[in-house]
């Protein structure tokens, strides 16, 4: 796999997630976005993304949630799919669940500037 | 009260007893012994006066029958009447019946036994009767020329009678009438020598009225038996017609038996008596004498009663003296009772009055100090008992009213006073817990461990982190356990107990808001740095230099506002002990010039130069999180950049020996008072300077960094002052394989990218 293009950002703050979508379309990622869990699954039955970008604090299902539902359910076709926990929650229990659920990575949204994003997601690929 | 009443009694009449036995017991004795020698002394007198008695009437008697058969024998012998003579014969007889009162028939039988001439006192009978069959002629006629004294019988007037015969012998020799007895004189041959037998009848009631009348002492009087025991003759006639056979009285069987000893027995009459028997020479009777015993010993009843009358007079006295006496000793000792009573109803003011100038007087005076003294002592305890009362309230109140529970424990460690906030810790009421054991009840732990506090050593004991299981959650306790020295106090130890359970849980809530804070001020953070360095990048070229210099102070203020909540949060992970490290191999030389790099545009705005020097070139290797490490440097460098006037000097010196790497940031500025110097690693230290240094630094940032170096098992520090600059300086260990393989975490950082990123590892 030569790059991690497609990309899937699901953040429920507008200004967040315009912010992200904008560097990453600059950077010739082909972006889509989802603001909560059903738009998520949804979106998945037709984009199948080489990374998935997850914020956690959601209405409805949790990030959290979420990401257990992708890598328990084959259906969704993102067992082996890239996930990034991108979230403010910075606390041990949160940070731990996640790669316990299966996140490759996890950052904190403050202390990333949104340039920093491809470098995190080119540092996924082994 | 009733006790004392009772012994009082007992005293009196022992007194009494005493008295009387003293002054009677030796005149019972006396007069006992008196009265026994006497009653032997009367009896014998009575023995000797009675044999005299019997001789006397005996010889009566026989004087009588003497007389009588003296006479007939002289008759007898008369020449006229032994031959029948007439009218000699019945001249003789007729003066014979004249002659003698008694006399009141006289016969003569010839020898066939028919009457030949008869007299009585009115004169010759012409009537003759064969008195051959009878009983006189025969025993005159077949008793070898004895005389013969019949029985006595009565007459119609109740006059007693005897009949006396006498033979009329052949051979009329001269007569001794000193024998009485013809046979004595052995002229009697046979019945053939007998020419006839005079019969006498003669009435003896003067003979038995001499006899009977006799009289000895109080009822005694002598009676006469014949000898088979008949009765003869008795004073009572009534008992002379009843009783005939008198041989089963002692005094007549004594007779019987030829004795004549006087007797103490039972009388004919059934009485106790005193009896002689006496034998009557010319009839074979016997007179029998007797006195009762009472008139015996009538003598000594005068004495008797006189002795009572001085016994009487005695007890009389001795029951005198004895009240006296109980007057003289008991009524001060019912004084001292009273005064005792007194004193026991708590009456100390009594005082007992005796005069009498003895012992008892002593005993009253000592008594009445007693009392004095009681009192005083009452007086103190009372007071302070009233004092101990006010003091125990008020301690009661105290100990009620505090929050920190409070348990009083005696040796055994069961309690004996619990307040309700210490009961309330296990959920029961207070009065369910006195008496029980405690370490029964409370199931402290401490760190995991079963926990029970020392009670034998004095002392003040103090123990925090203490847990005590409520439900599936814990109490957090800190306990004080004062152990009391308790020979003179039944409480052994005394244990408070402060609850910080609730204070805990308002630390995990700041805790807790502190995160969730931190998130909600995350969030527009983001945005503002995302949009800067968006404007940063993308939109500079159409800025301004006033644009971009006034976008490079947001960027700051937004940078160092993520700062200060990221430091809020390590603070708070520090407190909940959440702070966590993952220990990677990293190489120090190279980071510590990346953070030099990264301060170099910040060190140039204040024309402040900034270098870093090594010992070692190439890699040196330690076992660190690298953020962490990195927070660490950016916080010494930051400071040291902040702190230290524009123009100044900020050095890194890297030295680094065999095992340890030693980091040291050193400025040139004005340094860090001495006073501050204790506090600048602390946690309190950070509020001072916060409020003192405003935007210039929180001060969190050095009590984080000496958490982190700690963890990583370094020194964090500050030189000594030494009037120019200052120098912090950390420490941590070289990388050892054979140490550190094991600490690396299978959480792979991946450098270069700021921020907390974790990647998952493929297995």
Redesign the interface.
Known sequence: MAGLKNVLLVEDDPMILEMYRVILVDRQYKVETATRSDEVFAKLETFHPDCILLDVMLPGMSGLEILKELRANPKHGCQKTKIVILSNLAQQSVTDSAIENGADGYVIKSDILPKDLPTIIDSLVE | MHHIKMVRLKISSKVLLYFLVISLLPLFVVTTLLVNSAKSQLLQAAKTKQQIIANKTAESVDNFLSDKINLLVFQSRDYSIGRFIEPDSSHNLGVLINQDADLEKVSLLDPKGMEKIVFNKHGRVNTLTDLSESDAYNAAMFLKGREYVSSVSYNEAGDPLITIAVPMLANNLGQNLDNLSLANLGQYKGPEDIKGIILANYNISDLWQSVLSTKIGEGGYAYVVDGLGNLVAHPNKKFLNSHQKLSNVEAVKEFINGREETLQTVSEVGLDVISTPHKLDHSGWAVIVEEPVTSVYAGINSFIKLSGIIIISAAFLSILTSLLFRNQLLVPIRKLTFGAKKLGSGDFDHKINITSNDELKELADTFNNMGLNIKQLVTNLEYKNVHLNIEQIKLNNIISSVSDGIIALDARGEIISINPPAAKLIGKPPNELHGKIMSDLYPWEHENKHFAPELKIPGIYHYSDLTLPRGNDYLYLDIMVSVIDHTHSEVAAIITIHDLTQARELDFMKLDFV?IA??EL??P???I???L??LN?DGIKQLTIYNIENLQKAISGATQL?NL??KL?SIA?IERG?M?ININKIDLNKLVKDIVGQHATAAAQKEQRIMSHSNREGHVYVPADISSISEVLNNLIGNALKFTDAGGDVKINLTISNDMARVEVVDNGPGVPTELRGRLFTKFYRAERSLIAGSRGTGLGLYISKTIIELHNGKIGIEPFTGKGSTFYFTLPIYNPDKHAKLISN?KE?G?????????T?S
């Not at chain 2, 270069?752 to 998952?760: A, D, L, Q, T, V």
């Open positions: 995160a931190a998130h995350r969030t953070l983001t945005v740095q995302g949009y360095s968006l990048t993520r909540i990221n949060l992970r959440e966590e959480k991946t270069g990218i700021r921020g907390w990123f974790k990647k998952r493929t």
